[in-house]
C-alpha cells in the first residue's frame, strides 16, 4: 500500500493507495502537530506492507518526512510539479482537493515517476545549518558596519577606514568630543553599533570554533586542499552533500555553475560563463581558485601557469 500525503501548514492529508488498481483503500486528514503524527501512524498500521508519498518533502512535508524516516518507514519525496501534472492528465483539470492531491503523489510514486527516496538527517545537515547560520551573522554584520559608517561620515571628517574593526572604533569615538545634542546622539548611537559589532564578532568566532569541531567529527580531508578551510569546508559539503550523488566530475561543475557553457552560431563557436547552478558553492570554488594563485607551489598556481604559457588571458 502507498499512502499519499498532502501536507499543509496547518493539517495533513493522508490517502491509502492500492497501486495494484489505483484505487483508494483510505483517507485521514491529522492536525500538523505531534499528537497528529501519532494518530496518522497508528491509522497507518492497518497496512502492514506500506510506503509513505508526501508531496514536497523539502518543503511543508520536511518535518513529517523526517519524522518517518526516523522511524524506520520508507518515504518517498514527491514533487508538487508531478502531483500537478497527474491531477491534469487523470482528471482533465487542475481542479484541487486535498485528498485528489494526496492520492496524486501516492500515484506518481507508485508509478515510479519523480518520486525519490527521503534519507534521515545526517551530518550534511549540520553543515548545512552551520553555513546558513554563519552567512546570515556575516550579513549582519556587514549591515551592523555599514551603519556605524554612516554615523561616524558625521561625527569626523572623512568618517572611518573601510575595514572597520571594533577596537578601531571605540578608539575614534574616545577622540571624539560631541558640542550639540545632535553629536551628543550621534556618538551614543555609535557606541550601541560598536558594541553589536563587537558581539558579531564574538558569534562568527563561535561559529568557526563549531564548525572546527563538527569538521574533527566528520574526518574530512577537505582542509589538507590548498585555500580552503573551515568555513569553505563547511559549505562544500552542506551545500553538496556526499561527492558520490555526482556521476562524474563534469556533472558537479554544471551543478556549481562553474562550466562553461558552449554557444554556437554557424561556424563559429565560443564559450561563456554559467549564470546558473548553486551560486554560493559557486562562490566557495571561485574562493579557493584565487588562494591557490596567490600560492606559488598549489595545484591550482601551476595549473594558471600552465594556462598562462598556452597563451590564454
Known amino acids: 500500500m502507498i499512502i499519499g500525503i498532502d501536507p499543509h501548514k496547518m493539517s495533513h492529508t493522508a490517502n491509502a493507495v492500492d497501486p495494484s488498481t489505483n484505487s483508494t483503500a483510505a483517507s485521514l486528514?491529522?492536525?500538523?502537530?505531534?499528537?497528529?503524527?501519532?494518530?496518522?501512524?497508528?491509522?497507518?498500521?492497518?497496512?502492514?506492507?506500506?510506503?509513505?508519498?508526501?508531496?514536497?518533502?523539502?518543503?511543508?512535508?520536511?518535518h513529517l518526512a523526517q519524522w518517518l524516516v526516523a522511524r524506520g518507514e520508507v518515504v518517498l519525496d514527491v514533487p508538487s510539479t508531478a502531483t500537478a501534472r497527474v491531477r491534469e492528465l487523470s482528471r482533465g483539470s487542475r481542479r484541487k482537493t486535498d485528498v485528489i492531491d494526496a492520492a496524486a503523489a501516492a500515484c506518481v510514486a507508485a508509478l515510479h515517476g519523480d518520486a525519490t527516496v527521503v534519507t534521515g538527517e545526517?551530518?550534511?545537515?549540520?553543515?548545512?545549518?552551520?553555513?546558513?547560520?554563519?552567512?546570515?551573522?556575516?550579513g549582519q554584520r556587514v549591515r551592523i558596519a555599514n551603519q556605524l559608517h554612516a554615523v561616524l561620515r558625521d561625527l569626523t571628517p572623512g568618517g572611518a577606514a573601510l575595514a572597520i574593526t571594533?577596537?578601531?572604533?571605540?578608539?575614534?569615538?574616545?577622540?571624539?568630543?560631541?558640542?550639540?545634542?545632535?553629536?551628543?546622539?550621534?556618538?551614543?548611537?555609535?557606541?550601541?553599533?560598536v558594541r553589536e559589532l563587537?558581539?558579531?564578532?564574538?558569534?562568527?568566532?563561535?561559529?568557526?570554533?563549531?564548525?572546527?569541531?563538527?569538521?574533527?567529527?566528520?574526518?574530512?580531508?577537505?582542509?589538507?586542499?590548498?585555500?580552503?578551510?573551515?568555513?569553505?569546508?563547511?559549505?562544500?559539503?552542506?551545500r553538496t552533500g556526499f561527492a558520490s550523488r555526482f556521476a562524474s566530475e563534469h556533472a558537479f561543475a554544471t551543478y556549481a555553475g562553474v562550466a562553461p557553457i558552449e554557444i554556437a552560431s554557424g561556424e563559429r563557436t565560443r564559450h561563456r560563463l554559467s549564470r546558473s547552478g548553486d551560486r554560493r558553492l559557486n562562490s566557495a570554488i571561485h574562493l579557493i581558485a584565487v588562494t591557490q594563485v596567490r600560492m606559488r607551489d598549489s595545484i591550482?598556481?601551476?595549473?594558471?601557469?600552465?594556462?598562462?604559457?598556452?597563451?590564454?588571458?
Open 29 to 62: 486528514r491529522i492536525d500538523a502537530s505531534l499528537a497528529g503524527y501519532r494518530e496518522l501512524m497508528r491509522w497507518s498500521k492497518q497496512f502492514p506492507e506500506r510506503r509513505w508519498a508526501v508531496e514536497n518533502a523539502r518543503g511543508l512535508g520536511r
Open 122 to 138: 545526517d551530518h550534511t545537515t549540520v553543515f548545512a545549518l552551520l553555513e546558513e547560520r554563519r552567512a546570515n551573522l556575516a
Open 166 to 193: 571594533a577596537k578601531a572604533a571605540s578608539a575614534l569615538l574616545r577622540s571624539i568630543r560631541p558640542e550639540s545634542s545632535a553629536e551628543h546622539t550621534r556618538k551614543q548611537l555609535a557606541q550601541d553599533l
Open 198 to 238: 563587537r558581539a558579531a564578532d564574538a558569534s562568527l568566532a563561535d561559529i568557526e570554533g563549531r564548525m572546527t569541531v563538527a569538521l574533527n567529527e566528520h574526518g574530512t580531508r577537505l582542509r589538507t586542499i590548498d585555500g580552503i578551510g573551515a568555513v569553505t569546508a563547511v559549505r562544500l559539503i552542506g
Open 300 to 313: 591550482g598556481r601551476a595549473y594558471f601557469d600552465k594556462k598562462i604559457a598556452e597563451g590564454k588571458t
